[in-house]
C-alpha cells in the first residue's frame, strides 16, 4: 500500500520434513495492525495456497496456530485437520552459553 508492505506470509515445502506427501507449511502470516479485518489474511492465505497447488504441492499444513491467534480464525475458516500440537519455549543466553 503506498509502496510499504502491508502484510506477509511465510511459508517452505514440507516435503520429506513432515509427511512423505508434497506438503507446504505455511508459517507466519501477519497483516499490518492498521489493515486487519479487511480480508487480507484471507487474501494472503488463498494467493500462497494457490501459488503451492500450481507448483505441484497437494497438502497445506498451517504451522504455529494459537487458539488465541488472529491467525487461527483464518485457518479455521478451511475446515482443517489438526496433525499436532506443540509448545515453544524460551531461554535466556548469558555469556554464550544456556547453562
Same mark, same amino acid.
Given at each position: =500500500? %503506498? &509502496?510499504?508492505?502491508? /502484510?506477509? +506470509?511465510?511459508?517452505?515445502s514440507g516435503l520429506n520434513a513432515i509427511s512423505n506427501e508434497k506438503?507446504?507449511? +505455511?508459517?507466519?502470516?501477519?497483516? &499490518?495492525? &492498521?489493515?486487519? /479485518?479487511?480480508?487480507? /489474511? ?12 500450481? %507448483? ?21 475458516? =478451511? ?7 506443540y509448545a515453544l519455549y524460551t531461554k535466556e543466553v548469558q555469556n554464550?552459553?544456556?547453562?
Open positions: =500500500y %503506498n &509502496n510499504k508492505i502491508i /502484510g506477509f +506470509m511465510l511459508g517452505f506438503s507446504f507449511v +505455511m508459517k507466519t502470516i501477519a497483516v &499490518n495492525s &492498521n489493515f486487519r /479485518g479487511l480480508g487480507l /489474511g484471507t487474501e494472503l492465505y488463498q494467493r500462497v495456497a494457490n501459488i503451492a497447488y500450481n %507448483n505441484g504441492f497437494n497438502k497445506l499444513i498451517g504451522a504455529l496456530i494459537h487458539e488465541d491467534n488472529v491467525s487461527y480464525k483464518l485457518t479455521k475458516k =478451511y475446515s482443517p485437520i489438526v496433525i499436532s500440537e554464550g552459553s544456556i547453562w
